[in-house]
């Protein structure tokens, strides 16, 4: 298993560079936008990778940071979802939009990346939002217990609005009502994501008591 590849940047070509390594090319498929990114012709370089083997075929995916390689590993899991579609959602969107994006479930963010429809990023959202939420929480307690950082970002206020959300739909059906309905409800709820648990679910009580 190769985790990086570091060498001479010999050649770029559309969809792939060439990177030389005491003698020997290895060809990595890259995104256009991160083959932009990369460096000029003769630069020494850094690339991290993902090495898939199949019966037919042997081959190198790079990438610029590590948190475009853990996207495109998490995408790849995805059924229906293959490297080349993968690829082109890493060449128009960031890594963290993207993770935001699932945990608030934003069909519309992911169905305006080439090559993903309504269904696919609904089918995206559902196989992925668990594993990303569970990832972000590790991070951020990894970073918490090293700098002990109190901040707030973008993913962890993500992460409790859905929490949050969760947890009252969870309370309504106790209650008795059923999931679609509660759903239903809740998106007639515009500033849900800045009321708090208990807020949520005497809102939703008005709501569905009125249908």
């Not at 630069?43 to 090495?51: A, G, I, L, N, Q």
């Not at 309504?118 to 918490?144: G, V, W, Y």
């Not at 707030?152 to 969760?166: P, S, Y």
């Not at 009502?177 to 708090?196: C, G, P």
């Amino acid at each position: 298993m190769l985790a990086y590849i570091k060498g001479t940047l010999e050649m770029k070509m559309t969809g792939y560079v060439v990177i030389d390594v005491g003698g020997l090319g290895y060809k990595i498929f890259m995104s256009q936008v991160g083959i932009d990114k990369l460096g000029n012709i003769g630069d020494t370089v850094k690339v991290h990778t993902y090495y898939r083997v199949r019966e037919d075929d042997i081959s190198i995916f790079g990438f610029n940071t590590l948190e475009e390689l853990k996207m495109f590993e998490l995408l790849l899991g995805v059924s229906g979802v293959g490297a080349k579609t993968a690829l082109t959602m890493l060449a128009v969107c960031e890594p963290t939009d993207f993770a935001l994006a699932v945990i608030s479930e934003d069909v519309k963010t992911l169905s305006s990346i080439p090559g993903i429809g309504p269904k696919s990023a609904q089918r995206i959202i559902l196989e992925l939002k668990d594993k990303i939420k569970k990832e972000q929480q590790i991070e951020e307690l990894n970073i918490a217990t090293k700098d002990n950082n109190t901040e707030k970002t973008k993913m962890q206020k993500a992460i409790e609005d859905d929490e949050k959300i969760q947890e009252a739909m969870s309370a309504l059906q106790v209650l008795g009502y059923n999931k679609k309905e509660i759903e239903k409800a809740f998106v007639k709820i515009s500033d849900k994501n800045e009321m708090t648990t208990e807020e949520l679910i005497k809102k939703g009580l008005v709501l569905l008591s009125n249908n």
